[in-house]
């Protein structure tokens, strides 16, 4: 045994959902947690490490299902436009200049602001589409900084309008499955591969995807054991441009194909579902598919607030993402249990639609079983990996702390996290990387080339404020 994590507010995620007040965490030197409980309960030492943890709120890492590895170099460009907007005129127009080492500066940045403020793991949903480098440029930095990934390599192929792509179904799938041999279980573990298969009416109508890309993209996920991350009814609910006008041409919701096609199962993480049908939400309940909800995407995109509650009910597993910065400009996964809370107790005019309780399990065990993971993450139990979290709720602003559960969810900001453990290994301590030094050459790398690419894609009139006038055209 090597580090003892005493006198904190331990708040296990375990079945029980028990809660030591003066708690303990033990990590072995295998990266595990070897044992937990109150404080009257510390096994005998030695211990190579003592972490005081009093004033603190231990828990496990949270756990962010819906990330892009690229956003953050455009963070704040995004204001004022619909989702449909904004893809045509901010994310193409980025996405067409990136570049391997833009890959790898954004890779290095998500990383340390996830792990900053209390992500250990995080699912990237690869939007653009990545060779071999590209893939290896977005998992070796945040590999390299200790962070939890699973990336989700995009399945794509030849189609009507990616004429240029260099692969029919048959080579693309053997092409990523070289890809899952080289990264899946890689850097002793931390790192697994998912696929992003983008099937949402909006991208079969735009010639992107297809039936026989689902079709081989399922296949592959189902051969190498692998969750799939999935767009799904989401965007701005309108007969013009959005997501009506997509279904009426398909003929088909989103979740409806899916089952048709009869690939649903519980590989899937449909994400956004804003404007899911009561039919929808049965079908995903039967097929034991996962939800996440990106609750400040959705909301500072305009398109909505999805039906969590029902979903809840229905027995679905709920999970949170964040989405990327260039949508809503922040990857804090405390910010986002705060705003699932808010927006789903508004939306129902019901201050108990949901609680700080379930947003914390949204954040910690629903996204572990969601990735198929609960056995190793989502919870301090012994036996599972010591992703961990300490935040410090000694602050002003979270004072008097009678509730610390709320306290954490209404009141925390992801900075308040103190000291994060990833697979046993101190990433953060007091608030600094204890190994990563070059955080000011990243933030400057970042920086410059954001900024090259925002000018030379011309999308930096989003940025001059526009006091008192509608941004949008």
Not at 12 to 18: E, F, I
Not at 158 to 183: F, L
Request: net charge negative; proline share 4%; glycine share 10%.
């Amino acid at each position: 045994m090597t580090t003892l994590i005493h006198d904190g507010i331990v708040v296990t995620m375990d079945t029980a959902r028990a809660i030591h007040d003066r708690g303990f965490v033990v990590v072995a030197n295998d990266g595990s947690i070897a044992a937990v409980g109150p404080v009257c309960e510390i096994p005998a030492g030695p211990f190579e490490t003592l972490i005081d943890a009093a004033g603190m709120l231990v828990m496990p890492g949270l756990i962010n299902l819906h990330q892009h590895h690229w956003y953050n170099l455009f963070k704040g460009l995004g204001g004022g436009m619909l989702l449909e907007e904004w893809v045509g005129r901010l994310l193409l127009p980025c996405a067409s200049r990136l570049g391997v080492g833009d890959l790898r500066a954004s890779a290095y940045l998500g990383a340390l602001e996830m792990i900053r403020t209390g992500t250990t793991t995080c699912l990237n949903h690869s939007v653009t589409t990545t060779m071999a480098d590209e893939v290896e440029a977005t998992i070796a930095p945040m590999a390299e900084i200790g962070l939890r990934q699973v990336f989700a390599k995009d399945f794509r192929c030849r189609t009507p309008a990616n004429t240029d792509h260099p692969h029919d179904e048959a080579e693309a799938a053997a092409y990523i499955g070289d890809i899952i041999g080289r990264w899946h279980g890689a850097s002793g573990g931390i790192v697994r591969l998912a696929l992003a298969i983008e099937s949402n009416a909006h991208w079969i109508n735009a010639g992107m995807s297809s039936e026989a890309l689902i079709a081989a993209g399922y296949a592959l996920a189902c051969a190498h054991g692998l969750p799939i991350t999935n767009h799904a009814a989401g965007g701005t609910l309108s007969l013009d441009m959005g997501y009506l006008k997509h279904v009426r041409e398909l003929g088909r919701t989103d979740v409806g194909h899916l089952m048709q096609m009869g690939v649903l199962d519980p590989r899937w993480l449909l994400i956004h579902v804003i404007n899911l049908t009561d039919s929808d939400i049965a079908c995903m309940a039967r097929a034991g598919c996962h939800a996440v909800y990106t609750p400040t995407s959705e909301a500072m995109r305009g398109g909505g607030i999805g039906p969590w509650v029902a979903l809840d009910r229905a027995g679905i597993n709920v999970a949170l993402g964040t989405d990327g910065p260039m949508v809503d400009y922040s990857i804090d996964m405390v910010e986002q249990m705060k705003a699932c809370l808010t927006m789903q107790n508004v939306k129902h005019l019901d201050p108990s639609a949901f609680s700080p309780e379930r947003v914390i399990e949204m954040a910690t065990i629903n996204a572990a079983r969601a990735l198929g993971m609960e056995t190793e993450i989502g919870s301090l139990e012994p036996g599972k990996r010591a992703d961990i979290v300490a935040f410090d709720m000694s602050g002003p602003h979270l004072q008097v702390m009678h509730n610390p559960l709320a306290n954490l969810v209404c009141c925390a900001r992801g900075a308040d996290a103190h000291t994060v453990f990833i697979d046993g290994r101190i990433i953060l301590r007091e608030g600094r990387f204890s190994d990563f030094t070059q955080i000011d050459d990243v933030i400057t790398e970042a920086t410059i080339r954001g900024r090259k690419i925002a000018e030379n894609a011309g999308v930096l009139a989003a940025a001059v404020p526009n006091w008192g006038q509608s941004v949008r055209h």
